[in-house]
Structure formats: structure tokens, C-alpha cells
């Protein structure tokens, strides 16, 4: 019989998830994570290991005010109730740590931008915000 395992990080956060009949002690050394046996529900992207065993990730309480933004450069979209610790990939591509609970963004070009919020023991979230042409 067939049996789940999750490899986590010391974070929490699951790797990747295994099925096989058992993990032995030697490959827990060998990948340089820890193993847990989980349910079959268990995947990835909605659950992380707390305390040896796996626990669903919750959702941020993210809020976005004033959007749609005008795209004149100075207009704010504001994103609050980030948790700390909580890394944000701006739509160039850079990545933050968000350790005062917001963040606002402008932009002088209309279009979607999308944020995407990553961090145990969250799901993983997007919040996309349109500026519209300034008229």
C-alpha cells in the first residue's frame, strides 16, 4: 500500500510530495529536508508541516483601495493587511519582504499589473490592479 510523504523545509514549507510504500531515515540526510507521512489530500499549494504534521494554509486578508488607478504616475492603488514577512513579486519581477503591512504602487502607463504575495503559512495570492488612461 502506497503511502504520501511530504519533504519540507524549515520553514514549513513542502517541497515536493512522494508516494511510495515508506521513507527510510537515510534519505531524509540525503535531500537536506524532513519528511512527514501525510493524507492524500495534502498538496503543496494548500497546505504546510507545522509541529510534524501538515496544516492547511490560510488566506491573506488582503485589501486594495483605490483601484482602478489613473495612470498619471502620482494616482496610488494601496494593498493593506500583508502580513509580516510576507514576500510580494512586483510585476517587474522584484521581490520585497513586506514587513510594515502594505504597499502602494503608481504607474504612468494604463494596463493590468499583476502582485503576487508568497509565504508559509499562507496560500499563495495575486491581486491584480488596472490603471486606466488618465484623460
Request: proline content about 4%; charged content about 15%; glycine content about 10%.
Amino acid at each position: 500500500m502506497n503511502k504520501s510523504f511530504a519533504a519540507y523545509d524549515s520553514t514549513g514549507l513542502i517541497q515536493f510530495i512522494m508516494r511510495c510504500q515508506f521513507v527510510g531515515e537515510g534519505f531524509e540526510g540525503d535531500i537536506g529536508l524532513s519528511t512527514v507521512e501525510v493524507g492524500e489530500h495534502v498538496t503543496d499549494s494548500t497546505h504546510y508541516i507545522l509541529q510534524g504534521g501538515a496544516q492547511p494554509k490560510q488566506t491573506m486578508p488582503l485589501i486594495t483601495t483605490n483601484t482602478p488607478l489613473i495612470a498619471n504616475g502620482t494616482d496610488e492603488a494601496i494593498i493593506s493587511g500583508i502580513p509580516a514577512g510576507v514576500q510580494v513579486q512586483w510585476p517587474d519581477g522584484q521581490t520585497d519582504i513586506v514587513t510594515d503591512g502594505e504597499i502602494s504602487f503608481s504607474v504612468d502607463l494604463a494596463g493590468f499589473y499583476t502582485f503576487r504575495f508568497t509565504a508559509v503559512p499562507y496560500l499563495d495570492q495575486e491581486v491584480v490592479i488596472e490603471a486606466i488612461a488618465a484623460t
